[in-house]
Structures are given as C-alpha cells and as structure tokens.
C-alpha cells in the first residue's frame, strides 16, 4: 500500500529547476482560476459580479438545475453532481496552486472538464470549449507529473518516502 501512495504521491522531477517552474507556472495560475473564479461561482457565492441582481434561491440552485439539464445520471442526482463539480474545481484548483495530491486533483479537475466540454459547451463552437479545453490539457500534464519539485507532494515525498 506503501508503494500505491508513494506512486500517487511522488512527483517527477525534470532534468533542471527552471522546467519544473515552467510547469508549475501553468498549474499555478489555472489553480487560482479555478478556485476563486470558476469553482467558487458555483458555490453560489452572493459577493461575485454575476449574481448581482439574483436573489439567494437563484443564486445558490442555478448550478444543480444546470447540472440536471445534462440529462441521464446528471438529471437524477443534479446536486450530487453539482457539489462535486463545484469541489473539483475549487478545492482542486487549491490543491493545484499549493501542489498538495495534484494528481488526484487532476484526475477530478479532468472529469470535470470532460463533461464541461461534452455537455454543457458541446455544440456552442470551439470558442466556448477553450476554457475548458485549457484546463483539461493542465489536468493531463499535472496527473502525468504531480507537482514536480514546487509543490507540497515534493515536501511528502522527502519526508515519507526518501528516508
């Protein structure tokens, strides 16, 4: 079970420093897009820009009934779905920023985008999709390399694993 985490867990650590901060950049910034942009609008936060002239009943029950309108599994559970996606982006977003189990929050952050891309963006042209599409190429380079060496899985990873 050691070795499973560890696998999780340990990121890979490219040949120079500046390649791993040219990595972390990218995570970084789409992180902090996702967190305090994205992620936290779905939470049905009255304070953002967009939510300015709803009242508290739409503002928070917008994204469940978004959700639901996907059809299939999305229409019987909508707010499980909506919680999750909300949390993948703001919780993942966070765990990307800091690079805290930055595959497991890309694997979510990748499920996520998949169905943003194929659900609720597909159709509405290739302009609409590049947001998502950003996001999802972030989340398959950071599941292929964790965190790199800026990152807090670094930090796990020499603490737990190299002793």
């Known amino acids: 079970m050691k070795k499973f985490f560890q696998y999780v867990i340990e990121p890979i650590q490219l040949p120079h420093w500046i390649l791993d901060l040219m990595t972390a950049l990218p995570r970084i ?14 939470f049905g936060m009255p304070w953002t820009p967009s939510h300015r002239n709803l009242d508290l009943f739409e503002v928070v029950y917008w994204f469940p009934q978004d959700v639901a309108a996907f059809g299939g599994i999305f229409a019987m559970f909508p707010i499980f779905f909506a919680w999750m996606g909300a949390f993948s982006e703001a919780i993942g977003g966070l765990m990307l920023i800091v690079g805290l189990k930055t595959r497991f929050a890309g694997f979510l952050i990748m499920c996520t985008m998949l169905v943003a891309i194929f659900l609720q963006k597909g159709g509405q042209g290739l302009w609409n999709v590049l947001p998502a599409l950003g996001f999802l190429w972030v989340s398959i380079y950071t599941i292929a390399l964790g965190s790199g060496r800026f990152g807090l899985d670094q930090l796990i990873t ?6």
């Open 29 to 42: 910034a789409c992180g902090a897009a996702l967190a305090f942009s994205f992620g936290s609008d779905k």
């Open 158 to 163: 020499n603490q737990f694993f190299k002793s």
